[in-house]
């Protein structure tokens, strides 16, 4: 059982910038693939972005493209979510997955094996 934690959100202004983390214990995170999904209320779960196991390859929603970013640290069992220029509709609940069994991150949710609690991210002035 994988066990992921997300953390770094909060309330920010337009504009401004947040780093979400996703952390696990006990597993070695490199034989992941990793996820970011949101969920805004009323909504349906949508794809944020993705990394491959090593980090090398990363993919992401054309609408976040260019404000966000992923990375990992495999060293410190940790994936990152840079965000930055934030608007009001980026409000959700920001989720981490893992896959165990594909090497390239997917889009699809139903890829995904393993499920963090998720973490608030409100974007107002």
């Known amino acids: 059982q994988v066990q992921l934690v997300e953390s770094g959100g909060g309330l920010v202004q337009p504009g401004g910038s947040l780093r979400l983390s996703c952390t696990t214990s006990g597993r070695t995170f490199s034989n992941y693939a990793v996820g970011w999904f949101r969920q805004a209320p009323g909504k349906e779960r949508e794809f944020v972005a993705a990394?491959?196991?090593?980090?090398?390859?990363?993919r992401y929603s054309d609408s976040m493209k260019g404000r966000f970013t992923v990375s990992r640290d495999n060293a410190n069992n940790t994936v990152y979510l840079q965000m930055s220029s934030l608007k009001p509709e980026d409000t959700a609940v920001y989720y981490c997955?893992?896959?165990?069994?594909?090497?390239?991150?997917?889009?699809?949710?139903?890829?995904?094996?393993?499920w963090g609690q998720g973490t608030q991210v409100t974007v107002s002035s």
């Open positions: 997955a893992a896959d165990p069994i594909n090497f390239y991150g997917s889009a699809a949710d139903n890829i995904y094996r393993y």
């Open positions: 990394i491959s196991r090593a980090g090398g390859t990363t």
